[in-house]
């Protein structure tokens, strides 16, 4: 006698088929079949992706790597390891897209040296979220976000290790121990990390031969030096009757750049570097109030100093050589500059979730931030103006309601948002006269946003959703970065209408076959659209008045024979168009966007021998192929056809050869990885060379 017993609870769904005792049946046979969490979240009504990062973390992908292998995700570096990065979503990039690490802003996490640098053995998935942003970050953005949400603390005593080594004289380290007593309810951990690159790698630019004719030309990238160390400690408690959690949070980083070259790798530099250390404290508080109510408050601060150095007096060769000694110091804007740039940012939030009814849930979210810059370039003559030493001040707050209905058995689930934004800037601005004056400017902003999702018939369901979305200047939009950005303190906020529809397979697996997919399209329409313009040394952020977004995407994978060899595949085509009728940028109204990928994707073959000389380990070989269509620098209607910046179409294979094990508690893994293997000329952010064909080793144990 044979029942299926079904049972949802927390998320999961189980399914079991339970064979009862009868000399008429067949031998006992149990399936069951669990959500995943990963499934679990993406199942959310709001458009949102989660990478599951076991395999990564033994690997030598970093984070910026994994990233770019997602659909609709686009990651663009200006060199090898502690480059500057532009990560975006959908068309969006940079600010648009708010980056986090458990929930705290990453640049108040003490991670400060940029999303696609940080070391991915620290975390558990990525949580991509492809436009509304959920109020429990109480953030705004238009683009959407990502969110590096760390591995849990164990019970008992844990240790893990990795070690990097590879071309370019690169040199990644983490280690990470934890001691949890799951009675007395209290836990710490320690994890660090240390990453050194010399990125000497070659490359070809325009440079000049002996007789002065300038012609692509194959050189050693120079003074392109990186360190980054970091120590993360934590302390708290747990499932005490005062606090479901209560931790105390620091983190350190330390973080050193020479700088190789101009924005458009046309002007080698030879001492010019900048360097950024980092501290921040986050207290975490969560409580279940009772069986309906639960609350979490988050109270950080951060601070951050950046300091660029350029006072060289050389004009230097891309052999490093000095050609001719400068008029005057400096070799990024022909004008000495030794700045010091101090940053402290106070924040908070408070959420409560009450679950008024079973069917339907309120969510509330305060979020109030509060950020000053000072600083100093002791190298401007004295008497002369210094815009670091003028007062910079940016308070805000965003204050957010949520609803969420669940009907229909939960196969029909409705998502309803209003957020509140408001900021306050405090400036001293110098006027084209020569005075200074006290700039102030208050800016109150409000979206809304829905979301919808329905269950057409298990695996199978779709979403759909609707924002009017926010997104105030940031900091560092406003007053720069304190190296090569300058500031623009009259910038608008974003507005933008943003709409995404997607079909998606769950996870359906047979003795055989496991397949899951998901197709997306996705539309915004922006105004007052904030862009990162440049020249040959530096840039400044700017409102591009109106710009539309219209995409497709779509993702594939497959596992046969138990996944013994998988296949995933995936694709994007998003058209970004300025779409502006009046303003400095009319001219280029119809134009894509400058120096942004719009079609790209990813196919990855993996093949695993398990059992290859235990029962518990496994020999594995991958082949990951990334493809990027030609994309202009600038804008594609400026200038003539013969002559205008183009970053070509690019096809870049990588094979992974590796060897895993895990027994019990213990698991070790051993990867090699050949990246670029047939050598192709890699151009990236504004035309910047990337690596060529390189080698990386990697060896990492968790106990």
Not at 179 to 193: I, K, P
Not at 351 to 357: C, D, G, R, S, V
Not at 640 to 659: F, I, M, N, R
Not at 681 to 689: E, F
């Amino acid at each position: 006698m044979t029942r299926w017993i079904i049972a949802a609870s927390c998320g999961l769904l189980l399914v079991s088929k339970v064979a009862y005792a009868d000399p008429a049946d067949a031998p006992i046979e149990v399936i069951v079949r669990a959500r995943s969490r990963a499934e679990s979240i993406e199942r959310e009504p709001a458009a949102v992706r989660v990478v599951e990062l076991e395999g990564a973390r033994q690997r030598t992908a970093d984070t910026g790597e994994v990233l770019a292998r997602t659909e609709g995700v686009t990651v663009r570096r200006a060199g090898g390891l502690g480059s500057s990065a532009s990560v975006g979503i959908r068309g969006f990039s940079d600010a648009r897209v708010r980056a986090f690490a458990d929930g705290v802003p990453l640049e108040l996490s003490g991670f400060t040296f940029g999303l696609a640098n940080v070391p991915i053995d620290l975390f558990d998935r990525i949580e991509i979220h492809r436009g509304i942003v959920p109020l429990r970050l109480g953030a705004d953005a238009l683009g959407g976000a990502i969110e590096l949400v760390s591995l849990p603390v164990r019970s008992g005593a844990h240790g893990a290790a990795s070690y990097e080594v590879g071309a370019f004289d690169t040199h990644r380290l983490t280690l990470s121990v934890s001691q949890r007593d799951a009675e007395a309810g209290y836990y710490a951990r320690a994890r660090g990390f240390a990453d050194f690159a010399q990125n000497d790698y070659p490359m070809v630019v325009d440079a000049a031969d002996d007789e002065g004719r300038v012609r692509l030309t194959r050189v050693y990238r120079r003074h392109d030096g990186y360190r980054g160390l970091g120590l993360i400690t934590e302390v708290g408690v747990r499932d005490l009757p005062w606090a479901d959690q209560l931790e105390l949070r620091t983190t350190f980083a330390d973080h050193d750049k020479e700088l190789p070259h101009n924005l458009l790798a046309t002007v080698p530099y030879g001492e010019a570097a900048f360097e950024r250390r980092a501290i921040a404290s986050q207290l975490r508080h969560a409580l279940e109030l009772s069986d309906a109510v639960r609350s979490e408050v988050i109270l950080g601060y951060a601070s951050a100093r950046t300091e660029l150095h350029d006072l060289g007096r050389c004009r230097y060769d891309w052999a490093g050589e000095c050609l001719a000694i400068l008029p005057q110091r400096g070799e990024l804007l022909a004008e000495a500059i030794e700045q010091h740039v101090q940053d402290h940012g106070a924040f908070g939030r408070a959420q409560l979730a009450w679950m008024a009814h079973p069917a339907h849930t309120l969510r509330f979210t305060v979020a109030p931030s509060f950020t000053t810059r000072t600083g100093a370039n002791v190298a401007i003559p004295e008497g002369g103006f210094d815009p670091l030493r003028g007062r910079r001040e940016v308070a805000r707050a965003v204050v957010g309601a949520e609803h969420e209905l669940k009907v229909l058995g939960g196969d029909l689930v409705h998502l309803a948002l209003l957020k509140v934004y408001g900021q306050s800037t405090r400036a001293d601005e110098l006027l084209p006269n020569g005075r200074v004056r006290d700039l102030s400017v208050a800016i109150e902003r409000a979206s809304v946003g829905s979301a919808l999702r329905y269950a057409i018939a298990d695996p199978l369901y779709a979403k759909a959703a609707y924002e009017y979305a926010t997104r105030l200047p940031e900091v560092s939009e406003l007053f720069g970065d304190g190296a090569l950005v300058a500031e623009n303190l009259h910038l608008e906020p974003e507005l933008s209408h943003n709409l995404n529809a997607s079909l998606v397979l769950e996870r359906s697996t047979n003795a055989s076959l496991s397949i899951e997919a998901s197709a997306s399209a996705f539309a915004s329409f922006a105004r007052d659209m904030i862009v990162l313009l440049s020249s040959d040394s530096y840039a400044r952020h700017d409102n591009v008045l109106d710009a539309r977004v219209l995409g497709i995407e779509g993702a594939i994978r497959a596992g046969v024979l138990d996944e013994l060899l998988s296949l995933s595949v995936n694709g994007t085509y998003q058209d970004a168009r300025n779409t502006s009728a009046g303003g400095a940028f009319e001219g280029f109204r119809g134009d894509r966007l400058p120096n942004r990928l719009y079609l790209f994707g990813t196919l990855e073959l993996e093949a695993q021998w398990r059992g290859a000389f235990t029962p518990d380990d496994a020999l594995i070989a991958a082949v990951v192929s990334r493809y990027t269509h030609a994309f202009y620098r600038g804008w594609e209607s400026a200038g003539d056809a013969g002559s205008k910046l183009v970053v070509p179409e690019q096809l870049v294979h990588d094979l992974t050869l590796g060897y895993r094990t895990e027994r019990a508690a213990t698991r070790f893994g051993a990867f090699i990885e050949l990246h670029n293997l047939g050598d192709v000329r890699v151009l990236d952010h504004y035309g910047m060379p990337r690596p060529g064909r390189a080698a990386y080793a990697k060896v990492s144990v968790a106990l």
